[in-house]
């Protein structure tokens, strides 16, 4: 057995893991106790990455060789990489002698290791001349990027996870950190524990396990958060709060804001946030107290927002007004989503940045560049940023697309404008490391990518820390790592496009692409030029580390100096202003987007693993009881969710956490997993069917945290409910046969369920019953298609139940059913097939529509722990027996159920569970 240490592929806290591994196979994974990101701790994603990475599910995900599609619509033949990158290559020598370089585009990603971002932007920066590389970062980090260059001079979050330790009052803003950044959210807990008298803000309109926690819940109106900075920094104002020295030392254009937000006086900011006057007031004095240490913590609350710069500056503000940053336990602290969006931002991968912090709009920034590729010149005029590409390619502007890394028909907003341009391109380049996204559909040619256990290379988290990815296994079938791909596809276009002439991309390791990425970091704010491979291997380290250093910078700014013109940090002015798309008559509920605990983004990984469905088994809209009892709805009906742009149907749920007038729904809902077709047979795409492109005008991040939405009941009386458990090796498959399948419904959804053994779950709606065969092909996929099931069908009233019992371990178990017309006898037939109970008791009833159970089946209820699968009743039942104060209580519950005792991701929640229940006592 081999262990390598690497870093979790997931979220910007950039955890270290040890992968364990013997020979091609990875056997476990776990928390690296040396790195200073998580000292061996991780999360329910992070401590299932092991699972993710079998040889049962890669064999049935994973693309193993590069395949060209001949036509739109045919299935994609195996080709060689020669005849992959040739084809590539001809393609783009063609479109830029033709159209010129800028009808190319390249859509990449902050999950691509820094070299491979390096590659791509000296690539389409340095040898075809075109800035239209844009990532889907433009989605997630592009305002705070903007946020900070406004405000401090640079993009560069200046606080680190350490300051935690030392922080007073923690603001929690647009950020549900408890699940986004569950091992962050660790180290608040323990804070909190050593210094019970920090205090914990969060403003978030939804209450989430973040927000349960927090000392005080802010829940503002979504879009209101440069109100809520307004009025907090004309509180502070008020009560003398504002450290003028600071102000005056170290800042330009408080003159300006000091005079701007005399129009929010904290009555009139918390009627626009619609929150209590006196909320707003506490805020803004625990933050701005004398002695104290403010840290904010903030994500895509504020980013994705079509005010996104305007929000995140208006927040710095107050760290300036106050001092309160440069110091331990203080300062602004833009939380990073993605696992390297950060080295994204550092090599300049996005349409308007160049280089280690340069700046496209800076001619002596392009020469430098220039300089060190060894090209004549860098092109001046900005490329595409995400959604306007997109509209690009959807007008034929820009021909040829290169998509790595991401999966934009899932994660872009305005799916309608997304796919028009993915059928109107000339030719689609999907490299990929799963053949399972959306995406792949589109493309003409497909590159399959090495991933996480397979690669090598460098990532950056949060906190400006770099980390070495390593290797485990060896790459799987034909997979290439990404950066050596771009190189070979590179050599050969240069041939093309300047034969003769010395390459420049003469990589053979990623080490080598690195060096020179350091290299063009010699003396800018984030100079790495004291850092090796070697030095990371041991200790992941912070930038800045400028040659000589000994060790990385913790905090920036603590001399008060600023990286602007004159030094000073700058306030940023602006108004508030409302959302795009406020909510209207026409369109009454706000929609509201995010992230679960369990899941990662498309879920090409995590939604390989039934484990991870235990705590959110299915898609849903969250709304609010109240509203759903005004349109009587109960929780499981089917509604169609509109906007101006598409419609979706899904199944609505009630939430206390959603306020009244709004709605969530979960990003992850693509349409891998959630589908269906309109009544004029239109394909419904998931979640982003309905959000919206409208854009902050200075960072062009999307508004995804807001849409104008109406919800009406979808009447579609004929259900079908099919599970089964299927062997491990057949799971993956089975749904990827099912999903064409999913259109021929007007609602559908596909699942993985099940902890030890694979399972599989549709569940569709439609007006009336399908024909038979598509139900026999359904039952077929679920391995309900052969002699040993026991069937019954009527046809006149649409009814089918389709059993398939088994004796497991000594006693007849259902292994899969299909029910089918009147569904109702889910709520003891599903128990009896997920819980593995013995079912020889219930006999035809099984295939009897409406049917009641004779004995009461108890499904085991919703997951809440993922590590050791305790569910809420188990923790409700847990609290009978143990009467007393929450502390005693939950300390109870870890004692007798050990929820909350490994990864802690539960944490939060056993303790909202526990709080709950002392209420209603
Ligand atoms: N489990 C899990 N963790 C992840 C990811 C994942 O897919 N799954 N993805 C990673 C990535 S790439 C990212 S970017 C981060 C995102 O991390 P977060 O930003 O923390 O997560 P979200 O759920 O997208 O949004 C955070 C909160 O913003 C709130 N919000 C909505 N509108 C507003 C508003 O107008 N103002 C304020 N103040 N709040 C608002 C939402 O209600 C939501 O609770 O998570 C990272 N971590
Ligand atoms: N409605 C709504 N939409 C959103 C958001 C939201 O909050 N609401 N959030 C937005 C944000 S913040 C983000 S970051 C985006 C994320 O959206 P995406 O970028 O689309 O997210 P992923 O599903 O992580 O896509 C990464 C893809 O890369 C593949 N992959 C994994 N490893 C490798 C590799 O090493 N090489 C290559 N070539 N491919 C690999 C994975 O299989 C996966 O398909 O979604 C955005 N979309
Ligand atoms: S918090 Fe979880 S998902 Fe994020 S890096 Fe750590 S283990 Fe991975
Ligand atoms: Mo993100």
Redesign the pocket.
């Known amino acids: 057995m081999a262990e390598t240490r690497s870093t979790c ?1 997931y979220c910007g806290v950039g955890c270290g893991v040890i992968i364990e591994s013997q020979g091609a196979r990875i056997t476990g994974v776990r928390g690296d106790p040396d790195h200073p990101a998580n000292f061996g701790r991780l999360c329910t994603k992070g401590s299932t990455l092991h699972h993710t990475a079998t040889a049962a599910i890669s064999l049935q995900s994973r693309l193993l060789h590069p395949s060209h599609r001949p036509s739109r619509g045919a299935a994609p033949r195996p080709v060689s990489w020669d005849t992959a990158l040739e084809l590539a290559a001809g393609h783009f020598a063609r479109v830029v002698r033709d159209h010129g370089p800028d009808a190319v585009g390249f859509y990449i ?4 290791l820094t070299e491979d971002y390096y590659v791509f932007n000296k690539l389409a920066k340095g040898l075809i001349g075109t800035n239209n590389v844009d990532t ?1 970062s433009r ?2 980090m592009s305002s705070a990027v903007a946020g900070y260059k406004a405000t401090l001079g640079a993009d560069a979050p200046p606080a680190c996870y350490d300051d935690l330790k030392d922080t007073t009052t923690l603001f929690i803003t647009g950020s549900n950190t408890a699940w986004a950044h569950p091992i962050l959210y660790r180290r608040i807990e323990d804070a909190r524990a050593a210094n019970p008298a920090m205090k914990i803000i969060v403003a978030d309109p939804r209450r989430t396990d973040t927000a349960g926690a927090a000392d005080l819940h802010l829940p503002i109106l979504p879009g209101t958060d440069v109100a809520l900075y307004h009025g907090m920094l004309h509180v502070m104002l008020a009560e003398g709060l504002v450290d003028e020295a600071y102000v005056a030392a170290h800042t330009n254009g408080f003159d300006a804001l000091r005079e701007r937000v005399r129009a929010y006086p904290p009555a009139e900011a918390a009627r626009l946030c619609g929150i209590a006057e006196a909320d707003l007031i506490q805020a803004a004095r625990w933050f701005g107290a004398p002695g104290s240490r403010t840290l904010s913590l903030y994500c ?1 609350g504020l980013n ?1 927002s079509s005010r996104g710069t305007a929000k995140n500056a208006a927040l710095i503000n107050l760290h300036l007004a106050t001092g309160q940053i440069g110091k331990p336990g203080a300062g602004p602290f833009s939380l990073t ?2 696992p390297n969006a950060m080295g994204g931002r550092e090599v300049g991968g996005m349409a308007n940045l160049l280089s280690a912090h340069r700046d496209l709009a800076n001619p002596e920034h392009r020469a430098e560049v220039a300089r060190l590729w060894g090209v004549d010149s860098v092109p001046a005029t900005p490329g595409k940023t995400a959604v306007d590409l997109f509209q690009a390619v959807a007008d034929g502007e820009v021909k040829v697309l290169w998509i ?5 028909a ?4 305005d799916q309608n404008l997304v796919r028009r341009a993915l059928q109107r391109a000339e030719f689609v380049i999907v ?4 053949g399972t ?1 959306i995406t792949c559909d589109y493309a003409d040619l497909l590159l399959p ?4 256990g397979e ?1 090598d290379g460098t990532v950056t988290n949060s906190e400006r820390r770099i980390s070495r990815v390593r290797p485990a296994v060896s790459s799987p079938g034909a997979a290439r790592h ?1 950066w050596a791909t771009v190189c070979d596809f590179a050599r050969r276009l240069e041939s093309r496009l300047r034969p003769g002439q010395p390459t420049l991309f003469p990589y053979d390791t990623p080490e080598q692409v690195w060096n020179e990425h350091r290299e063009s970091t010699r003396g800018r704010d984030l100079d790495i030029t004291g850092l090796t491979y070697a030095r990371i291997d041991a200790t992941p380290e912070q930038w800045p580390f400028p040659e000589g250093a000994t060790t990385g910078r913790a905090r920036l700014y603590e001399d008060g100096v600023f990286p602007t013109a004159d030094g000073r940090a700058k306030f940023h002015d602006a108004p508030y202003e409302p959302v795009a798309e406020p909510r209207d008559n026409r369109f009454p509920f706000s929609l509201n ?3 679960l605990r369990d899941q ?6 995590t939604g390989t693993i039934g484990r991870l469905f235990g705590h959110v088994p299915e898609p849903s809209i969250e709304m609010n009881p109240a509203d759903l009892s005004r349109l009587q709805l109960a929780a499981g009906d089917l509604v169609h969710v509109t906007s101006r742009r598409g419609t979706l149907i899904v199944p609505v749920a009630a939430s206390e956490s959603v306020a009244l007038s709004q709605a969530f729904i979960a ?1 992850h809902w693509g349409e891998e997993f959630l589908s269906g077709s309109t009544s004029n047979g239109v394909k419904v795409q998931g ?2 069917a309905v ?1 919206t492109p409208a854009y902050c005008p200075t960072s062009k991040q999307p508004e ?2 807001h849409a104008a939405v109406k919800v009406l009941k979808a009447e579609l009386p004929w259900r079908v409910l099919g599970m089964a458990w299927l062997p491990e090796e057949q799971a993956t498959a089975a749904r990827e046969k099912l999903k064409p399948l999913m259109g021929a419904f007007a609602f559908s959804s596909c699942v993985p369920f099940g902890r030890e053994r694979s399972g599989v779950l549709f569940r569709a709606a439609a007006y009336e019953a399908p024909p038979d065969e598509l139900m026999q092909q359904i039952e077929s996929i679920l391995g309900l298609g052969g002699r040993d099931v026991l069937h019954y069908v009527d046809k006149r009233r649409g009814q089918r139940r389709t059993m398939r019992l088994a004796e497991v371990n000594d006693q007849t178990q259902l292994e899969g059913f299909v029910l089918g017309g009147d569904i109702s006898a889910e709520v003891w037939v599903k128990p009896l097939l997920q819980d593995q109970l013995p079912a020889q008791a219930y006999g035809r009833l099984l295939l009897l529509p409406g049917a009641k159970a004779p004995v009461a089946v108890k499904a085991r209820g919703r997951q809440v722990c993922t590590c050791f699968n305790v569910t809420e009743p188990d923790i409700l039942a847990g609290l009978q027996s143990c009467p007393g104060p929450a502390d005693q209580q939950f300390a109870h519950l870890q004692a007798t159920l050990k929820c909350g005792t490994n990864c802690g991701s539960c944490i939060p929640e056993v303790k909202r569970i526990v709080m709950m229940q002392l209420k209603v006592a």
């Open positions: 592929p990603s902050g999950q691509l889907n989605l997630c895509q994705q989503g993605q790595s890394c991401t999966n934009p899932q994660s872009m907003p490299q990929e490391a799963f996204t990518a090495t991933t996480w690669k990404d987007t995010g992230r990662w983004h498309g879920m090409s990984r990003m979640v982003n959000t995804l945290k």
